[in-house]
C-alpha cells in the first residue's frame, strides 16, 4: 500500500470556487498546474514559470487560464519546488491575484510532482482532472474545454499536434524517414477521470514515463483531441520571445 501522503501547503490556501452549476455540478473538474522547472535552459536568473511575460509572471498567466469562469475548474492545484513557495507568494502578493488555488510541494521528477498533485485531491470521489504544463500559458480556452470533454466520454483525453517537419528515426546505420501522418506531438492538458489516474500513479514509476498519458496509457486508450501550435511550452528564450509576440495579438483581438 501507498503511505499515507499530507501536501505541503505552506502557500496560497486552497479557496472553494463557486458553484456555477451547469456541466460541473455532475462532473466535477479539477486542475494541476505542475510548474517545477529550474529555468537552466533558459539561462535566466529565476525559474522559467516566474519570468516576465507582458508584464506578469508565466505562471498566473497560465492559472488565468484555467479559471476562466466558463471551463467551471472548481479546484486547481499549483505544484511547486518547496524553495519555490516563498516566491509564488511573493509574486501573488505584488500582482493581488485573487484566483482560487491551492499550492503543494511538488517532487524529484515530474511524476512524483503530478503524484503529489492528485494527493492533495483525495477529498474529491471524483471528477475529471486536468494535468498541465504551467509554463504552457497560451492555451485556449477552446483546447481545455475539448479535452475535458473528451475525457468525459472516454475516460483519457490529450491535446497533440501533427508535426509540421519531416521526421526521422535513428538507426545503428544512419536514420530512416517516418510517416508523419501517423506521428503527433503531445501537448497539454492531458485529462483523465480522476480515479483512472489515481489507479495509474499507484504503480512504480518507470523511465519510460515522460507524461501522464504514458502512465495511464497501460489502463486506457489514450483518446487524442486537437491542440494548438500557439500551445508552446516555454523552455527556450526563443520561446519567450514568440509567446509575448502571440499573447499580443491575442490581446488586440480581443
Not at 69 to 91: D, Y
Request: net charge neutral; hydrophobic share 40%; glycine share 6%.
Amino acid at each position: 500500500m501507498r503511505p499515507p501522503f499530507t501536501p505541503d501547503l505552506t502557500g496560497p490556501k486552497s479557496v472553494p470556487a463557486p458553484d456555477t452549476g451547469g456541466p460541473s455540478a455532475s462532473t466535477p473538474r479539477f486542475a494541476i498546474l505542475v510548474a517545477g522547472g529550474s529555468g537552466t535552459r533558459m539561462g535566466a536568473d529565476r525559474p522559467k514559470q516566474f519570468l516576465n511575460l507582458l508584464g506578469e509572471p508565466v505562471l498566473l498567466h497560465t492559472l488565468r487560464r484555467f479559471l476562466e469562469a466558463a471551463l467551471q475548474v472548481e479546484e486547481c492545484v499549483v505544484v511547486l519546488p518547496p524553495e519555490q513557495f516563498a516566491t509564488w507568494q511573493q509574486l501573488c502578493q505584488e500582482h493581488q491575484v485573487r484566483l482560487p488555488h491551492a499550492v503543494v510541494a511538488g517532487g524529484a521528477t515530474r511524476w512524483a510532482s503530478v503524484r503529489n498533485g492528485l494527493a492533495y485531491l483525495i477529498h474529491r470521489p471524483a471528477g475529471l482532472v486536468a494535468v498541465h504544463d504551467g509554463v504552457r500559458p497560451l492555451v485556449s480556452a477552446q483546447v481545455i474545454e475539448q479535452t475535458y470533454t473528451a475525457a468525459a466520454a472516454h475516460g483519457a483525453a490529450v491535446a497533440a499536434v501533427a508535426p509540421k517537419d519531416s521526421v526521422r528515426g535513428l538507426a545503428q546505420q544512419g536514420s530512416y524517414a517516418l510517416d508523419r501522418s501517423r506521428l503527433r506531438l503531445v501537448q497539454t492538458p492531458q485529462c483523465f477521470e480522476l480515479n483512472l489516474l489515481r489507479r495509474a500513479y499507484q504503480l512504480p514509476e518507470l523511465p519510460t514515463f515522460t507524461d501522464d498519458a504514458s502512465v495511464v496509457e497501460d489502463l486506457q486508450p489514450i483518446y487524442l483531441v486537437p491542440g494548438d501550435y500557439r500551445n508552446l511550452k516555454i523552455t527556450t528564450p526563443e520561446d519567450l520571445i514568440v509567446a509575448e509576440a502571440l499573447l499580443r495579438a491575442e490581446q488586440a483581438t480581443s
